[in-house]
């Protein structure tokens, strides 16, 4: 299996296929490779979303979630030419299991193929406690004390802020959590092992190998990770304004981070700046650059200034009064320390290089989206949104409608929150959008997609999402 592991995210899928969803339908889904967008529609209750989980459940190990969704089939196919099949069976040791603990004698099987037609395979019970009486909760708590309960069927572990779902926890722990059970006399003999529940390691290479995030249509509620928001809460006001205000910080945090590895390479070239400009005097380079040359590159150089000024990256210009005493003669020595000074200023300011673009597109959206407001980006607060006829007037984030926090954190969210080649998944994207917004959200999406590489699968209800993209759809329906 050496020859297959990959990077997270170096595998992209092609191809999702599922037979007997629900026990009625057998769906296929092409990705769209090139677009990098696919959208999937089709009447209620058809499976759109149960799908974006599965997808979901798949590559984040939450295979008990799985096990729990009707189907007889899933195959995944990927760009490398390799393919994951996960087929249900019945464990043949079901007769030793509880008549109720129906979910128990459910196996999921795992087979990987690679390009080379090599197969690995595994079986997956599952530990038949999920309908006993013993407080899990208490047990993990009580035998992992650095984990917390966050959510229903979520923990965060203090030591290094990483969240766990149940399944992750049972295969990372089984078994401490299994002594832990057979101690209080949770588990008898007949029981299947925790530990049988663990991932082999050619399986977690697979799943490593694609980045999977979930976008719910409730994403307003701030949550760790997009992958772990819960759909049967109900959005509040609170929760959004949270939403928004934790990405303001965390875009400050960002902008931060630039200006410190600005500061880091300005002071390496600032000092030896002084001996690389003898080094040239002594031993002048070849093909120099002209007089003419020169301040041009002080022109580009002061207006990408000025563009990282608009953005909020930086406060103040300093090229202006070199460009302003542009003598009609220059020696060859003032034309080897501008070039030189040209250079490194260039490498400073390309410090700021993606997440300047990255600011500008979200600046872009929003700014398109908002009638009657606009929204600027300060280095210190992040955010600031203003009235579009009086910009002296700042307005809180309560003063934003559902809508505007919505698209302000989809849009974030991909942008800055997502490992570059994820598979994004999103789930009704037309929720708390108007039909205008709806019908430019494809547009918007393609222009994040071009510097996030990203790729796109959309479970949506709306004819203005799909707009003019036709092209772009799947097309669910009973065969």
Known sequence: MDEQKKNRADRRITQFIIKKLFNMFDHVINFNIEDRITIIYGVNGIGKTTILKIINDTF?????????????????????????????????????????????????????????????KSDFPFPSFEHSNFPLEFIINRTLPFLKQIDENMWIDFRSDKTYNLDLILSKYSDRIELALRKFDFLSKTDIPISSSRTPVWLKDVLDSVSVCFIESQRLLSSESMDISDSSKIIDTKKMIESVKKYSNDLVDRINLARSKYADVSQTLDRTYPTRLLDMLIEPKQNMPTKEQIFNRLIELEKERERLMNVGLVEFSTGQDVIQKRPEKSSEGLIQALSLFTDDNKVKLDT??????????????????????????????????????????????????????????IHYELLFKTPSRSLILIDEPEISLNVDWQNEFINDLQNIIDIAKLDVLIATHSPQIIHDKWDLTVKLERK
């Open 352 to 409: 700021f290089k993606e997440l300047a673009r990255k600011i500008e597109i979200i600046k872009e959206i929003i700014n398109k989206r908002f009638l009657f407001k606009i929204m600027d980006i300060s280095k210190d607060i992040g955010f600031v949104f203003r009235l579009s006829d009086n910009k002296n007037t700042i307005l809180k984030i309560t003063d934003l409608s559902s809508g505007e926090q919505n698209i302000l954190v």
């Open 60 to 120: 984040n190990n939450r295979f008990l979630e799985l096990r729990k969704i009707p189907f007889d089939t899933i195959e995944y196919k990927f760009d490398d030419d390799c393919k994951l099949v996960i087929t249900k069976k019945i464990n043949k040791k079901s007769e030793q299991l509880n008549e109720e603990n129906k979910l128990s004698k459910i196996l999921l099987s795992f087979v990987f193929i690679d390009n080379k037609g090599k197969s690995f």
